[in-house]
């Protein structure tokens, strides 16, 4: 059996690992477990800040099995992948209208907003004040489905191949 840690920055990441990413590769023989971290920010474009902060992991790490990966901005841009299932979620399909078009505007909801009033979970929390980060967003994402969170989220995606081609790799080794 091989074994898959994720770092966490916080209790939203910690559900969605526990949710979603560990099904996800049970079936691959893979047991996966988690630590929970704290992050600084760097300066530049939100990809090259996070790629900045995952490869000084990766560095300081310097094991060829750690894949850091840092959610850009936050699990939220996750739920904004599939802003239908959020209004399904929520039992009310407006405000999630609204958040598609503001998602349209980027090209990918990773990429939305960093600011503090709106970012990602502010702009769902301002739509739908009764949103609950730790129980609706992972509701929302393992309805959506991690097809749907790759198909708009590049760096999910990117992230996600990585693991599946190391696990891959492992198999066969």
Known sequence: MRHLHILCEGQTEEILV???LKPHFVGVDTRVTYSIIATNRPHGSPYDRVRHVESALAETIGHRRFLPNLVLHEAEAWVLADCRRLGEVMGDPGPAAELERIVQVEPSPELINDGVDTAP???IKNAYPQYEKTLDGPLVIADAGLDAIRSRCPHA???LREI???MSQSVTQ
Do not use: I, M, N
């Open 18 to 20: 526990q949710d979603v």
């Open 121 to 123: 979970s502010k702009r």
């Open 157 to 159: 995606d990117d992230w």
């Open 164 to 166: 599946e081609a190391r």
